[in-house]
């Protein structure tokens, strides 16, 4: 999910906080995070806003590029088609019994 404007801000300024407030926790500072960025000027935050919309097209395009798979990765899958492969070889197939057939063939072929 695309970071919104608040949270590109807070990444950037949470050591700044934790050094005012060495004592909070996770929760409080996200809540003297929000507090502190509803005081900065509406130009300051849409600054943000855009830095944030930006991102998120630069991600977008980044999903949308297909991803090759590493050699290691690679490897793996053909060991694991090999493993299948070897796994379908060792099974043989059950003649269908006669009367089996006849059923199927009278089914498939049954006219109304």
């Known amino acids: 999910r695309p970071k919104t404007g608040f949270q590109m801000w807070l990444e950037e300024n949470r050591a700044n906080i934790l050094t005012d407030n060495p004592d909070l926790n996770e929760a409080e500072v996200i809540k003297e995070g ?15 806003t855009e830095k944030a919309k930006r991102g998120a097209v630069n991600d977008l ?47 498939a072929f049954k006219q109304s």
Do not use: I, Y
Request: aromatic content about 4%; charged content about 45%; hydrophobic content about 25%.
């Open 61 to 107: 395009t980044e999903d949308k590029k297909r991803k090759r798979p590493t050699a290691d990765e690679d490897e793996v899958k053909k060991n694991q088609e090999q493993k299948s492969e070897d796994s379908n070889l060792s099974k043989k197939p059950k003649p269908l019994e006669q009367s089996t057939n006849v059923r199927l063939s009278a089914f």
């Open 34 to 48: 929000m507090s502190r960025f509803r005081v900065l000027s509406a130009e300051e935050r849409m600054v943000w």
